[in-house]
Nanobody, 122 residues
Framework: QVQLVESGGGLVEPGGSLRLSCTASGLTISNYALAWFRQAPGAEREFVQGISWNGGVTYEGDSGKGRFSVSKDNTKNTGYLQMNNLKPDDTATYYC???????????????WGQGVQVTVSS
């Protein structure tokens, strides 16, 4: 009954911005850490950004450092990934996931969305 649904992906030119949303049902995101991962063809699943259950701690991966940020809106039971100054190397499928504790390891997360495609191209 737990479901995470990502939205907000699409095609954007280099230097552009996107905001991805992750709307949860069957769980309350204020009680869980929420993280974003991405996976490009032929690559490992990579940690992007994460936020603790109370929003007090955030982690960022190397690739999005200084360009991406994560947040939650508990009233909407939704997490967000704001992506600015996008680069072609950011092209990937982006996934949101939840865990009891904030972590950067994909295997630590029990619940996953189906993913949303982000393509950065001219």
């Amino acid at each position: 009954q737990v479901q995470l649904v990502e939205s907000g992906g699409g095609l954007v030119e280099p230097g552009g911005s996107l905001r991805l949303s992750c709307t949860a049902s069957g769980l309350t995101i204020s009680n869980y850490a929420l993280a974003w991962f991405r996976q490009a063809p032929g690559a490992e699943r990579e940690f992007v950004q994460g936020i603790s259950w109370n929003g007090g701690v955030t982690y960022e991966g190397d690739s999005g450092k200084g360009r991406f940020s994560v947040s939650k809106d508990n009233t909407k039971n939704t997490g967000y990934l704001q992506m600015n100054n996008l680069k072609p190397d950011d092209t990937a499928t982006y996934y949101c996931a939840t865990s009891e504790y904030l972590d950067m390891v994909a295997n630590s997360y029990e619940y996953w969305g189906q993913g949303v495609q982000v393509t950065v191209s001219s």
